[in-house]
């Protein structure tokens, strides 16, 4: 029976962000589950939509034994702190000493691909070294990222093949652990590795723009299933996550096939569809001018409009703490016009959940709502002195029902939502984007009752509220995950990428 040992550590690191990833964060189980080790791990993710829960299901029906170790995800920040990327590959790799010394036949890694650490720019390929020091040249190493994993030539060189998501919002995540799984079954099949081909794309394509719900993205992933079934290769293509300032940010497209004429074809196939740089390009709407519109449309439309706070989006290094769009709700009389049917969410300020979770429903509170953060053009606007109505209180748990990450239990923790001059805002204790209905549901709000929504997301939240929507617009109000990568300070990256495309 084969025995493959699997782990897993995720980390989008916007090193441009305020916010470090710390031991802590990998523990506080809010956007990702708490840090877990042993059978705990296998048995916690059997059946879930992630990349892990994927692969166990597919070792399943090949017969295979796991040996399962860690895994550790924290909500996309700046910098893994040295302290927490060494415990993380520190427990990994004695879980590996021991696994090794039982006969273990080869290694899965759940990736993110996009981590940087305060001593590792490349800080998947540091571990994934780590983990080829101890297996040797010859045993099979797979891993699976996201989409927006800027895969280095250290990572392709290091695993004997690498596959990312083909979706953005992922809902494919458990499938591409499936992916993994195939390609680790052909790699133990051949007892060699595949041949590879590899494009890198020089620029950055914006967060916003890499969305497959929209084109050019829909057609070129739709496309690749094609391509995979005409040269019997698999291919995998990462825009890149596009505010980690080292070398090699930037997108990357690769395919592997059982010999080399294969996979450059497929490879050259897939490059011809996503080289142009012109079709990445996006518009984006001033804060208030995002609003205005949203108000005219919500008058013509019985479903919500839609507004992606997408510079504040912690889940690409925002801290959910910006009141921008806020301010442009309150100043354009957005809660007059719609009473109680204006929400935005999910606003993350711990001191101010407890505040309203202390005062109980229907109290009427005095608070400093929302925080001044550091952005790449200065500071975000002044947080929000305002007198609001507890209009719901909640311990902050929800188990997700949209199509990411479906079956997972988010931990918010004390939670509130708070009436302020007609907006609904759901102010929360643990970071999270608002990717799901069901976390505004935990505060009382119904989504389809509303008007207009106001997401710190960027595009994660299309897969459950876009098809309750009547329209989408992406605002650009200051926070610190730049929308267009040109605006960010750049350092370390290639002088061969540009800024944007």
Known sequence: MIQVFIAGFQHETNTFAPSLADWAA????DAFPAYIRGQAMQDHFTGVNIPVGGFIDAAKRHGWQLWPS???GASPSSFVTEDAFERIAGDILQDLQEALKQGVDAVYLDLHGAAVAEHADDAEGELLARVRGLIGDHMP??????LHANVTRRMLALADALVAYRTYPHID??????????LLQRRLRLRRREAVAVHRLPYLISLNAQSTWLQP??????AMADIDREHTSVLSFCMGFPAADFEECGPVLWAYAEAPPMAKAAADALNTLAAPPAQWRMDFLPAREAVTQALALAAQHTRPVLIADTQDNPGAGGDSNTTGMLHALLQQGAGQRYPQAVALGLLYHPEVAAKACAAGIGADIDVLLGVSVPTYAGMSDAPLAVRAKVLAVSEGRCVLKGPMMRGMTSQLGASACLGIQGVLVAVVSGKAQLF?????????ITPEAMKLIVLKSSNH?????EPIASQVLVAKAAGPMAADPADLPWRKLSPLTRTSA
Do not use: K, P, Q
């Open 461 to 465: 939240f299309r897969a459950d509220f």
């Open 141 to 146: 190493l797979v891993a699976s990222l996201d």
């Open 70 to 72: 860690v895994w550790a």
């Open 217 to 222: 993205a829909h057609n070129i992933y739709a």
């Open 26 to 29: 990998f523990n506080r189980g």
């Open 436 to 444: 799901d209905r069901e976390m505004l549901r935990t505060v009382g």
């Open 173 to 182: 995540m458990a499938e591409t652990g499936e992916r993994a799984a195939d």
